[in-house]
Protein backbone atom coordinates (compact mmCIF):
# COMPACT_ATOMS: atom_id res chain seq x y z
CA UNK A 1 0.00 0.00 0.00
CA UNK A 2 1.52 3.45 -1.18
CA UNK A 3 0.28 6.23 1.35
CA UNK A 4 0.06 9.61 -0.76
CA UNK A 5 0.45 12.23 2.08
CA UNK A 6 -0.82 15.81 1.22
CA UNK A 7 -0.53 19.23 2.94
CA UNK A 8 -3.07 19.51 5.85
CA UNK A 9 -3.66 22.80 7.52
CA UNK A 10 -5.90 21.59 9.80
CA UNK A 11 -6.63 18.56 12.52
CA UNK A 12 -9.93 18.25 14.19
CA UNK A 13 -11.43 15.96 16.53
CA UNK A 14 -10.65 12.84 19.06
CA UNK A 15 -9.31 9.50 19.12
CA UNK A 16 -9.39 6.73 21.17
CA UNK A 17 -5.79 5.48 21.90
CA UNK A 18 -4.88 2.29 20.13
CA UNK A 19 -4.25 -0.43 23.43
CA UNK A 20 -0.93 -1.12 23.95
CA UNK A 21 1.37 -3.01 22.08
CA UNK A 22 4.12 -4.09 24.98
CA UNK A 23 1.55 -4.56 27.52
CA UNK A 24 -0.70 -6.98 24.97
CA UNK A 25 2.36 -9.05 24.72
CA UNK A 26 2.94 -9.38 27.95
CA UNK A 27 0.00 -10.36 28.72
CA UNK A 28 -0.39 -12.79 26.54
CA UNK A 29 2.84 -13.96 27.66
CA UNK A 30 2.07 -14.53 31.15
CA UNK A 31 -1.44 -15.67 30.51
CA UNK A 32 0.47 -18.37 28.19
CA UNK A 33 2.60 -19.05 30.95
CA UNK A 34 -0.01 -19.49 33.68
CA UNK A 35 -2.10 -22.74 34.76
CA UNK A 36 -5.67 -21.98 34.46
CA UNK A 37 -7.73 -19.15 32.32
CA UNK A 38 -6.44 -15.54 32.07
CA UNK A 39 -8.68 -12.85 30.53
CA UNK A 40 -7.26 -10.00 28.90
CA UNK A 41 -9.68 -6.93 27.99
CA UNK A 42 -9.03 -4.47 25.29
CA UNK A 43 -5.94 -6.50 23.79
CA UNK A 44 -3.76 -4.81 20.80
CA UNK A 45 -4.53 -5.82 17.24
CA UNK A 46 -1.53 -5.13 15.63
CA UNK A 47 0.78 -7.76 13.53
CA UNK A 48 3.12 -7.70 16.77
CA UNK A 49 0.03 -9.00 18.72
CA UNK A 50 -1.50 -11.34 16.46
CA UNK A 51 1.83 -13.10 16.01
CA UNK A 52 2.48 -13.12 19.98
CA UNK A 53 -1.07 -15.14 20.31
CA UNK A 54 -0.42 -17.02 17.09
CA UNK A 55 2.42 -18.12 18.75
CA UNK A 56 1.38 -19.27 21.99
CA UNK A 57 -1.52 -21.00 20.57
CA UNK A 58 1.47 -23.03 18.36
CA UNK A 59 2.99 -23.65 21.64
CA UNK A 60 -0.47 -24.67 22.80
CA UNK A 61 -2.38 -22.32 24.65
CA UNK A 62 -6.25 -22.31 24.06
CA UNK A 63 -7.39 -18.78 23.37
CA UNK A 64 -10.69 -17.40 22.53
CA UNK A 65 -11.48 -13.97 21.36
CA UNK A 66 -14.76 -11.71 21.24
CA UNK A 67 -14.84 -8.29 20.51
CA UNK A 68 -14.06 -6.81 24.03
CA UNK A 69 -11.73 -9.61 25.57
CA UNK A 70 -9.53 -12.45 25.45
CA UNK A 71 -9.05 -15.78 27.38
CA UNK A 72 -6.43 -17.80 27.37
CA UNK A 73 -5.60 -21.32 28.79
CA UNK A 74 -2.29 -21.87 29.34
CA UNK A 75 0.11 -24.48 29.55
CA UNK A 76 2.34 -23.08 32.61
CA UNK A 77 6.03 -24.54 31.77
CA UNK A 78 4.60 -27.40 29.57
CA UNK A 79 4.70 -25.67 26.01
CA UNK A 80 3.42 -28.25 22.75
CA UNK A 81 6.44 -30.04 21.73
CA UNK A 82 5.94 -27.73 18.07
CA UNK A 83 9.04 -27.55 15.68
CA UNK A 84 8.46 -24.01 14.07
CA UNK A 85 7.56 -20.85 15.29
CA UNK A 86 6.76 -17.49 13.25
CA UNK A 87 7.14 -14.40 14.88
CA UNK A 88 6.72 -11.93 12.01
CA UNK A 89 8.87 -9.12 12.48
CA UNK A 90 8.09 -8.76 16.11
CA UNK A 91 11.30 -8.44 18.47
CA UNK A 92 9.74 -8.58 21.46
CA UNK A 93 7.79 -11.58 20.80
CA UNK A 94 10.83 -13.10 19.32
CA UNK A 95 13.28 -12.43 22.42
CA UNK A 96 10.55 -13.41 24.90
CA UNK A 97 9.51 -16.73 23.15
CA UNK A 98 13.38 -17.52 22.54
CA UNK A 99 13.61 -18.51 26.71
CA UNK A 100 10.15 -20.09 26.59
CA UNK A 101 11.22 -22.33 23.79
CA UNK A 102 14.02 -23.47 25.96
CA UNK A 103 10.86 -25.62 27.75
CA UNK A 104 10.66 -27.38 24.47
CA UNK A 105 12.56 -30.16 22.75
CA UNK A 106 13.44 -28.43 19.34
CA UNK A 107 12.12 -25.04 17.99
CA UNK A 108 13.27 -23.39 15.13
CA UNK A 109 12.16 -19.37 14.37
CA UNK A 110 12.48 -18.93 10.87
CA UNK A 111 13.44 -16.04 9.44
CA UNK A 112 10.05 -14.53 7.28
CA UNK A 113 11.58 -10.77 7.54
CA UNK A 114 14.98 -11.19 6.35
CA UNK A 115 15.35 -7.24 5.82
CA UNK A 116 13.97 -6.49 9.25
CA UNK A 117 13.98 -8.39 12.07
CA UNK A 118 16.70 -10.56 9.83
CA UNK A 119 18.94 -8.55 10.41
CA UNK A 120 18.81 -7.86 13.87
CA UNK A 121 21.29 -9.46 16.70
CA UNK A 122 20.57 -11.58 19.38
CA UNK A 123 24.18 -12.43 20.64
CA UNK A 124 23.24 -11.36 24.02
CA UNK A 125 20.29 -13.15 24.77
CA UNK A 126 21.68 -16.34 22.94
CA UNK A 127 24.58 -16.24 25.19
CA UNK A 128 22.99 -15.54 28.33
CA UNK A 129 20.65 -19.00 27.37
CA UNK A 130 23.61 -21.27 26.66
CA UNK A 131 25.25 -19.99 29.67
CA UNK A 132 22.19 -21.69 31.39
CA UNK A 133 22.71 -25.15 29.41
CA UNK A 134 20.26 -24.16 26.43
CA UNK A 135 21.69 -25.26 22.86
CA UNK A 136 21.15 -22.83 20.32
CA UNK A 137 22.22 -22.83 16.58
CA UNK A 138 22.03 -19.47 14.92
CA UNK A 139 22.87 -17.42 11.81
CA UNK A 140 25.95 -15.05 13.58
CA UNK A 141 23.43 -14.11 16.37
CA UNK A 142 20.91 -13.59 14.03
CA UNK A 143 17.76 -16.15 12.36
CA UNK A 144 16.80 -18.47 11.81
CA UNK A 145 17.55 -19.79 15.29
CA UNK A 146 17.38 -22.85 16.36
CA UNK A 147 16.88 -23.99 20.26
CA UNK A 148 17.56 -27.13 21.80
CA UNK A 149 16.48 -28.04 25.85
CA UNK A 150 20.05 -29.31 26.34
CA UNK A 151 20.33 -29.25 30.48
CA UNK A 152 18.21 -25.95 30.92
CA UNK A 153 18.89 -24.51 34.73
CA UNK A 154 18.59 -21.83 36.68
CA UNK A 155 21.31 -20.23 38.99
CA UNK A 156 23.51 -17.07 38.06
CA UNK A 157 22.97 -15.66 34.99
CA UNK A 158 24.43 -12.27 33.20
CA UNK A 159 22.91 -10.33 30.41
CA UNK A 160 23.81 -7.62 28.65
CA UNK A 161 21.20 -4.72 28.17
CA UNK A 162 23.39 -2.33 25.51
CA UNK A 163 21.31 -3.40 23.06
CA UNK A 164 18.33 -4.35 23.79
CA UNK A 165 16.18 -4.40 27.45
CA UNK A 166 14.12 -7.24 25.78
CA UNK A 167 16.72 -9.76 26.46
CA UNK A 168 16.52 -9.30 29.77
CA UNK A 169 12.68 -8.99 30.10
CA UNK A 170 12.81 -12.53 28.36
CA UNK A 171 15.13 -14.02 31.26
CA UNK A 172 12.94 -12.39 33.95
CA UNK A 173 9.59 -13.89 32.51
CA UNK A 174 11.34 -17.69 32.29
CA UNK A 175 13.80 -17.41 35.38
CA UNK A 176 10.62 -17.95 37.90
CA UNK A 177 9.55 -21.28 35.96
CA UNK A 178 13.05 -23.17 36.72
CA UNK A 179 13.40 -25.41 39.76
CA UNK A 180 16.33 -23.77 40.97
CA UNK A 181 16.40 -20.29 42.02
CA UNK A 182 18.34 -17.53 39.99
CA UNK A 183 20.31 -14.11 39.76
CA UNK A 184 20.31 -12.39 36.66
CA UNK A 185 22.98 -9.24 36.77
CA UNK A 186 22.82 -7.05 34.04
CA UNK A 187 26.19 -6.20 32.39
CA UNK A 188 26.90 -2.80 30.97
CA UNK A 189 24.32 -0.18 30.39
CA UNK A 190 20.67 -1.63 30.43
CA UNK A 191 18.73 0.59 27.40
CA UNK A 192 15.44 1.03 27.13
CA UNK A 193 15.18 0.84 31.04
CA UNK A 194 11.68 1.92 31.64
CA UNK A 195 10.18 -1.12 30.03
CA UNK A 196 11.60 -3.36 32.21
CA UNK A 197 9.34 -1.55 34.80
CA UNK A 198 6.55 -2.72 32.78
CA UNK A 199 8.09 -6.34 32.26
CA UNK A 200 8.31 -6.18 36.23
CA UNK A 201 4.84 -5.04 36.63
CA UNK A 202 3.01 -7.67 34.86
CA UNK A 203 4.90 -10.24 36.60
CA UNK A 204 3.86 -9.13 39.50
CA UNK A 205 0.31 -9.23 39.16
CA UNK A 206 0.72 -12.80 38.34
CA UNK A 207 1.61 -13.04 41.57
CA UNK A 208 5.36 -13.80 40.94
CA UNK A 209 7.38 -12.68 42.76
CA UNK A 210 11.31 -11.28 42.05
CA UNK A 211 13.52 -8.51 43.86
CA UNK A 212 14.67 -5.99 42.12
CA UNK A 213 17.24 -3.66 42.78
CA UNK A 214 16.67 -0.20 42.70
CA UNK A 215 18.80 0.59 39.61
CA UNK A 216 17.22 -2.21 37.97
CA UNK A 217 20.64 -4.14 37.20
CA UNK A 218 20.37 -6.90 39.66
CA UNK A 219 17.54 -9.69 40.26
CA UNK A 220 17.23 -12.64 42.58
CA UNK A 221 13.82 -14.86 41.41
CA UNK A 222 13.10 -18.10 43.46
CA UNK A 223 12.66 -21.01 41.54
CA UNK A 224 9.46 -23.23 41.27
CA UNK A 225 7.01 -20.26 40.86
CA UNK A 226 3.70 -20.65 38.86
CA UNK A 227 1.76 -17.66 36.90
CA UNK A 228 -1.50 -17.53 38.49
CA UNK A 229 -4.03 -17.25 35.84
CA UNK A 230 -5.65 -13.46 36.70
CA UNK A 231 -7.93 -10.43 34.68
CA UNK A 232 -5.62 -7.87 32.84
CA UNK A 233 -6.89 -4.47 31.56
CA UNK A 234 -4.78 -3.35 28.43
CA UNK A 235 -4.15 0.61 28.91
CA UNK A 236 -3.68 3.02 25.72
CA UNK A 237 -0.65 3.02 23.73
CA UNK A 238 1.47 5.89 24.38
CA UNK A 239 4.54 4.97 21.38
CA UNK A 240 1.29 4.91 18.61
CA UNK A 241 -0.62 7.66 20.27
CA UNK A 242 3.36 10.12 20.09
CA UNK A 243 2.53 10.27 16.56
CA UNK A 244 -0.58 11.11 16.77
CA UNK A 245 -0.34 13.68 19.29
CA UNK A 246 2.70 14.52 16.82
CA UNK A 247 0.69 15.58 13.66
CA UNK A 248 -1.38 17.37 16.31
CA UNK A 249 0.95 19.34 17.03
CA UNK A 250 2.54 20.24 13.31
CA UNK A 251 -0.68 21.37 12.38
CA UNK A 252 -3.24 24.03 13.12
CA UNK A 253 -5.25 21.77 15.65
CA UNK A 254 -7.71 20.78 18.17
CA UNK A 255 -6.80 16.72 19.03
CA UNK A 256 -7.90 14.87 21.62
CA UNK A 257 -6.99 11.51 22.65
CA UNK A 258 -8.36 9.44 24.95
CA UNK A 259 -7.00 6.42 27.29
CA UNK A 260 -3.67 7.98 28.25
CA UNK A 261 -3.13 7.20 31.72
CA UNK A 262 -1.11 9.85 33.33
CA UNK A 263 0.62 7.23 36.12
CA UNK A 264 1.27 4.81 33.38
CA UNK A 265 4.51 2.62 33.64
CA UNK A 266 5.04 3.29 29.67
CA UNK A 267 8.09 5.49 29.33
CA UNK A 268 6.58 6.76 26.14
CA UNK A 269 3.76 9.01 28.29
CA UNK A 270 7.22 11.49 28.63
CA UNK A 271 6.32 12.56 24.86
CA UNK A 272 3.41 14.88 26.75
CA UNK A 273 6.06 16.53 28.38
CA UNK A 274 8.60 16.32 25.28
CA UNK A 275 5.89 18.13 23.39
CA UNK A 276 5.13 20.68 26.40
CA UNK A 277 8.72 21.47 26.70
CA UNK A 278 8.73 22.26 22.71
CA UNK A 279 6.10 24.88 23.34
CA UNK A 280 3.02 22.81 22.47
CA UNK A 281 -0.18 23.74 24.17
CA UNK A 282 -1.44 20.92 25.40
CA UNK A 283 -3.57 19.07 28.88
CA UNK A 284 -2.84 15.77 30.31
CA UNK A 285 -5.53 15.35 32.47
CA UNK A 286 -8.16 11.98 33.70
CA UNK A 287 -6.46 9.85 30.94
CA UNK A 288 -7.01 12.70 28.30
CA UNK A 289 -4.47 14.61 26.31
CA UNK A 290 -5.65 17.54 24.51
CA UNK A 291 -3.42 19.33 21.56
CA UNK A 292 -3.84 22.92 20.74
CA UNK A 293 -1.87 23.19 18.08
CA UNK A 294 -0.86 26.22 16.45
CA UNK A 295 2.17 25.00 14.24
CA UNK A 296 4.84 27.27 16.26
CA UNK A 297 7.47 24.83 18.27
CA UNK A 298 11.12 24.98 20.06
CA UNK A 299 13.85 23.37 19.55
CA UNK A 300 14.96 21.26 22.66
CA UNK A 301 17.29 18.16 23.93
CA UNK A 302 16.12 15.22 24.94
CA UNK A 303 17.59 11.65 26.35
CA UNK A 304 15.65 9.76 23.84
CA UNK A 305 16.18 6.39 25.99
CA UNK A 306 13.39 7.07 28.41
CA UNK A 307 11.21 6.74 25.96
CA UNK A 308 11.94 4.83 22.70
CA UNK A 309 8.99 4.22 20.53
CA UNK A 310 8.28 7.44 20.45
CA UNK A 311 11.36 9.11 19.53
CA UNK A 312 11.09 9.45 15.95
CA UNK A 313 7.20 11.33 16.13
CA UNK A 314 9.44 13.65 18.21
CA UNK A 315 11.69 13.82 15.76
CA UNK A 316 9.22 14.65 12.66
CA UNK A 317 7.80 17.32 15.50
CA UNK A 318 11.32 18.67 15.83
CA UNK A 319 11.67 19.36 12.29
CA UNK A 320 9.45 22.13 12.32
CA UNK A 321 10.91 23.81 15.62
CA UNK A 322 12.61 26.90 15.38
CA UNK A 323 16.24 26.25 15.91
CA UNK A 324 18.58 23.36 16.63
CA UNK A 325 17.21 20.24 18.63
CA UNK A 326 19.15 16.88 19.73
CA UNK A 327 17.84 13.76 20.80
CA UNK A 328 20.60 11.90 22.47
CA UNK A 329 21.49 8.61 24.09
CA UNK A 330 19.75 6.87 21.04
CA UNK A 331 22.04 4.26 19.49
CA UNK A 332 19.97 1.75 20.21
CA UNK A 333 17.28 2.56 17.73
CA UNK A 334 19.55 1.34 15.15
CA UNK A 335 19.27 -1.84 16.10
CA UNK A 336 15.06 -1.61 15.68
CA UNK A 337 12.84 -2.70 12.51
CA UNK A 338 15.30 -0.71 10.33
CA UNK A 339 18.17 1.80 11.70
CA UNK A 340 16.26 4.41 13.15
CA UNK A 341 19.19 6.32 12.77
CA UNK A 342 20.88 6.02 9.56
CA UNK A 343 17.67 5.01 7.08
CA UNK A 344 15.32 7.43 9.16
CA UNK A 345 17.28 10.70 8.56
CA UNK A 346 18.14 9.36 4.73
CA UNK A 347 14.21 9.56 4.48
CA UNK A 348 13.73 12.88 6.60
CA UNK A 349 16.71 14.46 4.11
CA UNK A 350 14.73 13.06 0.83
CA UNK A 351 11.60 14.93 2.55
CA UNK A 352 13.52 18.55 2.74
CA UNK A 353 14.69 18.43 6.83
CA UNK A 354 18.09 19.71 7.68
CA UNK A 355 19.13 16.97 9.60
CA UNK A 356 22.50 15.28 10.70
CA UNK A 357 23.52 11.81 13.16
CA UNK A 358 25.66 10.93 15.54
CA UNK A 359 26.59 6.99 16.32
CA UNK A 360 23.42 7.69 18.96
CA UNK A 361 22.36 11.33 18.36
CA UNK A 362 19.99 12.77 15.88
CA UNK A 363 20.00 16.46 15.29
CA UNK A 364 17.40 18.38 14.06
CA UNK A 365 17.96 22.12 12.35
CA UNK A 366 14.67 22.93 12.30
CA UNK A 367 12.35 24.79 9.32
CA UNK A 368 9.88 26.42 10.97
CA UNK A 369 8.09 27.54 7.58
CA UNK A 370 8.10 23.70 6.52
CA UNK A 371 9.82 21.89 4.28
CA UNK A 372 9.51 20.99 0.48
CA UNK A 373 8.24 17.91 0.20
CA UNK A 374 7.51 16.19 -2.94
CA UNK A 375 9.50 12.89 -3.15
CA UNK A 376 8.54 9.28 -2.41
CA UNK A 377 9.85 7.82 0.62
CA UNK A 378 11.03 4.06 1.63
CA UNK A 379 9.31 2.80 4.70
CA UNK A 380 12.09 0.84 5.42
CA UNK A 381 9.79 -1.89 7.14
CA UNK A 382 9.05 0.27 9.57
CA UNK A 383 5.81 0.83 11.65
CA UNK A 384 7.62 3.77 13.56
CA UNK A 385 9.00 5.13 10.12
CA UNK A 386 5.95 5.20 8.52
CA UNK A 387 4.19 7.19 11.13
CA UNK A 388 7.09 10.07 11.42
CA UNK A 389 7.33 10.73 8.05
CA UNK A 390 3.09 11.11 7.58
CA UNK A 391 3.55 13.78 10.15
CA UNK A 392 6.17 15.65 8.03
CA UNK A 393 4.07 15.32 4.86
CA UNK A 394 1.29 16.65 6.63
CA UNK A 395 3.17 20.00 7.26
CA UNK A 396 5.25 19.77 3.38
CA UNK A 397 4.56 22.41 0.86
CA UNK A 398 4.06 19.22 -1.67
CA UNK A 399 3.00 16.26 0.07
CA UNK A 400 4.78 13.05 0.46
CA UNK A 401 4.37 9.78 -1.14
CA UNK A 402 5.30 6.89 1.35
CA UNK A 403 5.45 3.16 -0.11
CA UNK A 404 5.09 0.12 1.65
CA UNK A 405 3.03 1.80 4.35
CA UNK A 406 0.85 -1.32 4.80
CA UNK A 407 3.78 -1.94 7.41
CA UNK A 408 2.26 0.24 9.65
CA UNK A 409 -0.01 -2.47 11.02
CA UNK A 410 3.04 -4.01 12.62
CA UNK A 411 1.95 -1.93 15.42
CA UNK A 412 -0.87 0.80 14.89
CA UNK A 413 -3.24 -1.27 11.30
CA UNK A 414 -5.57 2.08 12.08
CA UNK A 415 -3.07 5.00 12.47
CA UNK A 416 -4.25 6.69 8.49
CA UNK A 417 -8.20 5.83 9.78
CA UNK A 418 -7.27 7.68 12.96
CA UNK A 419 -5.26 10.81 11.34
CA UNK A 420 -8.16 11.03 8.48
CA UNK A 421 -11.34 11.11 11.21
CA UNK A 422 -9.01 13.79 11.90
CA UNK A 423 -9.03 15.88 9.10
CA UNK A 424 -5.75 14.81 7.40
CA UNK A 425 -5.49 14.97 3.50
CA UNK A 426 -3.84 11.08 2.88
CA UNK A 427 -5.09 8.84 -0.10
CA UNK A 428 -4.26 4.99 0.37
CA UNK A 429 -3.55 3.33 -2.77
CA UNK A 430 -3.17 -0.80 -2.87
O1 LIG B 1 10.02 -4.97 25.80
C1 LIG B 1 9.35 -4.54 24.87
O2 LIG B 1 8.17 -4.90 24.64
C2 LIG B 1 9.97 -3.54 23.96
C3 LIG B 1 11.20 -2.98 24.26
C4 LIG B 1 11.84 -1.93 23.46
O3 LIG B 1 12.91 -2.49 22.73
P1 LIG B 1 14.47 -2.40 23.17
O4 LIG B 1 14.59 -2.87 24.58
O5 LIG B 1 15.14 -3.30 22.20
O6 LIG B 1 14.87 -0.97 23.02
C5 LIG B 1 10.85 -1.32 22.47
O7 LIG B 1 11.54 -0.58 21.48
C6 LIG B 1 10.01 -2.36 21.79
O8 LIG B 1 9.07 -1.75 20.93
C7 LIG B 1 9.21 -3.16 22.77
C1 LIG C 1 11.02 -1.77 18.11
C2 LIG C 1 9.74 -2.11 18.17
O1 LIG C 1 9.26 -3.36 18.37
P1 LIG C 1 10.04 -4.77 18.48
O2 LIG C 1 11.40 -4.54 19.05
O3 LIG C 1 9.19 -5.60 19.38
O4 LIG C 1 10.09 -5.34 17.09
C3 LIG C 1 8.70 -1.05 18.06
O5 LIG C 1 7.52 -1.35 18.28
O6 LIG C 1 9.00 0.11 17.73
Given at each position: MKAIVKPTNRLEGTINALSSKNYTTRYLLIGALAEGTSTIYYPAHSEDSDA??????????????DDEKMTIQGFGKHPRDVSQLDVGNAGAVLRFLMSVAAFCPEVTFINAYPNSLGKRPHDDLIESLQAM?????????????????????????????????????????????????????????????????????????????????????????????KYEPQKY????????????????????SDVTVLRLEENSKQGEKAVVDVLRAMGVNLTHENGVVRVLGNQQLKAGEFDGDHFT??????????????GTSRFYNVENLRYKECDRITDFLTELRKAGAHV???????????????????????????????????????????????????????????????????????????
Open positions: MRRCIRDLGAIVEEGVEIEHNEGKLPITIRNGKLHGGKIKVSGNVSSQFLSSLLFMAPLLDEDSEIEVLHDLKSKVIVGQTLEVIAQAGIHIEASEDLMHYTIKGGQVVQGDYPGSAAILAAAAVTHDGVLAMVAAAVFAEEERQSEIIIHGSPQGVAGGVEINAHYDHRVIMALTIVGLRSEKGLIINDAHHVAKSYPHYFEHLLSLGAQIELVE
